[in-house]
């Protein structure tokens, strides 16, 4: 079964520090993005990318966060001057056509952040 | 997208199936319903999805009521591994919504 891999698994930075979550979506998709759990909450959306650039993204999403395709097969989040409450799990999605209804979202196993 | 209501927690012993209901009555004809589960933590994977007729595949079965205002979950034959928090989202296919929203779930706990 196509996967959607993430790395790191986890990462424990410190408070103020910059991080960058890696992706590397399913070869032939074509939509991407970011979800985050805090531990005990729900899977909360931040953002969705299509085509070079943010289709939709959450109130979460502000400022702090950026998303970037920088090749053809890595999707990033970079998270900048990080705070104790962005630690969570994160969680990347793809897609191939959000548009088709036989398709599926699929997400990767996560990257724990840690802030301390 | 419509909002949707499950029961909090559920249990089921190991073998039988379990049935796990979702209300969604607000639903609109161009809203399909999708089911989610997520094992402790790991990343939410796909079970299946329906619009209006009763789906199968190898994981489940959904059933959907005729007026779409609910649907059930059948996992034929729960094993342990089948413990999860299992999601149903409704969601618009055409249009510019593309995101999944996620609740709160069914905690399904599989006893032996």
């Known amino acids: 079964e196509p996967e959607v891999t993430q790395t790191p698994s986890h990462q424990v930075t410190q408070m103020g520090q910059e991080v960058i979550l890696r992706c590397v979506p399913i070869s032939n998709h074509l939509y991407f993005y970011w979800y985050r759990q805090i531990l005990g909450q729900k899977v909360e959306f931040l953002v969705s990318?299509?085509?070079?650039?943010?289709?939709?993204k959450s109130e979460i999403f502000d400022d702090q966060f950026s998303v970037e395709r920088p090749d053809g097969s890595n999707f990033t989040l970079k998270i900048r001057s990080t705070k104790l409450e962005d630690s969570a799990m994160y969680f990347c999605a793809s897609i191939s056509d959000p548009r088709e209804p036989g398709n599926t979202i699929y997400f990767g196993e996560g990257s724990w952040l840690t802030v301390v | 997208d419509a909002k949707t209501t499950q029961p909090t927690s559920m249990d089921c012993a190991e073998g039988r199936a379990a049935n796990l209901p979702c209300n969604h009555s607000t639903i609109s004809g161009n809203e399909y319903v999708y089911w989610y589960r997520q094992i402790h933590s790991q990343g939410p994977q796909y079970i299946i999805h329906?619009?209006?007729n009763n789906e199968t595949n190898e994981m489940a079965s959904l059933i959907i009521t005729e007026d779409r205002k609910s649907s059930t979950l059948i996992l034929p034959h729960a094993t342990l591994r089948d413990t999860a928090v299992y999601y149903c989202i409704v969601r618009v296919v055409w249009g510019s919504n593309y995101k999944l929203t996620f609740g709160k779930g069914t905690l399904l706990t599989v006893n032996p």
């Open positions: 329906g619009l209006k």
């Open positions: 990318f299509y085509n070079n650039e943010i289709s939709e």
